[in-house]
Nanobody
């Protein structure tokens, strides 16, 4: 059974930075597509960034482009989300997700990912 554990969430002021980590355990395989999602109270879960198994491509939501960077270290079974220039609207619970099937064009669709972490809270104050 694959397990994902996120860490790194915190409370920061607008303009600050955070780096989230997601450690994958259980059946680990560097062929997993990884992604970060977030969900704010009363809102739907939205995709933030995704990365291919080798790291050859990464994909971002419009709100994340230019501010967030997704990366992975397969030797550590860990994915990261570096978040810079944080805004109050980035406040949410952030989830790490994985799938062993190519999400293809739906790289930021939650339905394409079948392994999820428990989430880590990010709060950005103005």
């Amino acid at each position: 059974q694959v397990q994902l554990v996120e860490s790194g969430g915190n409370s920061v002021q607008a303009g600050g930075s955070l780096r989230l980590s997601c450690v994958v355990s259980g059946y680990t395989d560097s062929r997993a597509y990884m992604a970060w999602f977030r969900q704010a109270p009363g809102k739907e879960r939205e995709g933030v960034a995704a990365i291919s198994p080798s790291g050859a491509w990464s994909y971002y939501s419009d709100s994340a482009k230019g501010r967030f960077t997704i990366s992975r270290d397969n030797s550590r079974n860990t994915a990261y989300l570096q978040m810079n220039s944080l805004r109050p609207e980035d406040t949410a619970t952030y989830y790490c997700a994985a799938t062993y099937l190519n999400p293809d064009w739906a790289r930021l669709s939650p339905e394409k990912y079948n392994y999820w972490g428990q989430g880590t809270q990010v709060t950005v104050s103005s």
